[in-house]
């Protein structure tokens, strides 16, 4: 059960460069997600896409670009990388209808930006 | 806007019970969660529970929520080394918990 696959797992870049993590779920979820994590703190949500075809900002968007590719992937760019974007960026999809409690996370991408 | 507050470290002895406390400001927060984070790997739902619910009980697991106060606390019960993670505490007022607000997570260290 693969479940949600995030890719690089590690990536350091320097500023101005960009760069796209990709994100693919095999649970058939309508909903995806991109967070960030920075140390000490909690998630924090960039972007969403309730569905394919349909893409939010989250609370943190500024910086950052997504696609909706199809139902199992979602991807997040980076245009043009900044130091304050360093971070572990988390995918996570969800079901739809009904509860939806369940919140299913990648193992993390590790960005450094010099 | 929502807040989630939570204490940042507990160190506890294997065997002993731990108590990861909690506190949110949104008073229409529906549903809360607790993750827990092991190194190196994404979020894992440990447990949740309804805003009309005070306690919930999951094998070595206890959710206690004070409505009233707006806290929330979950209970390890014979805690593990296995248990050693960071545990975030987190809120949603929908059914969506894609949207949820997360605390800043509790590091739990047991030692053996």
């Known amino acids: 059960n693969a479940g949600v696959t995030q890719t690089p797992k590690f990536q350091v870049l320097k500023t101005g460069q960009s760069m796209t993590l990709q994100c693919a779920q095999d649970m058939n979820h309508n909903s995806m997600y991109w967070y960030r994590q920075d140390p000490g703190m909690g998630l924090r949500l960039i972007y969403y896409?309730?569905?394919?075809?349909?893409?939010d900002k989250g609370e943190v968007p500024n910086g950052y670009n997504v696609s909706r590719l199809n139902k199992r992937e979602f991807s997040l760019r980076l245009e043009s990388a900044a130091p304050s974007q360093t971070s572990v960026y988390f995918c996570?999809?969800?079901?739809?209808?009904?509860?939806?409690?369940?919140?299913?996370f990648g193992e993390g991408s590790r960005l450094t930006v010099l | 806007g929502e807040d989630v507050e939570q204490s940042l470290f507990l160190s506890v002895r294997e065997g002993d019970s731990s108590v990861i406390n909690c506190t949110y400001t949104?008073?229409?927060?529906?549903?809360l969660y607790w993750y827990k984070q092991e190194p190196g790997a994404g979020l894992q739902l440990l447990t949740y529970i309804f805003s009309n619910m005070d306690m919930k009980q999951d094998q070595r697991l206890t959710v206690l929520l004070n409505k009233k106060d707006k806290h929330l606390s979950l209970r390890i019960a014979d805690t593990q080394t296995g248990d050693s993670a960071i545990y975030f505490c987190a809120e949603s007022i929908d059914t969506n918990a894609g949207k949820s607000t997360f605390g800043d997570g509790t590091t739990l260290t047991v030692k053996p």
């Open positions: 949104d008073s229409s927060s529906t549903y």
């Open positions: 996570a999809s969800i079901r739809t209808g009904g509860y939806t409690g369940e919140l299913f």
């Open positions: 896409s309730a569905s394919e075809g349909t893409t």
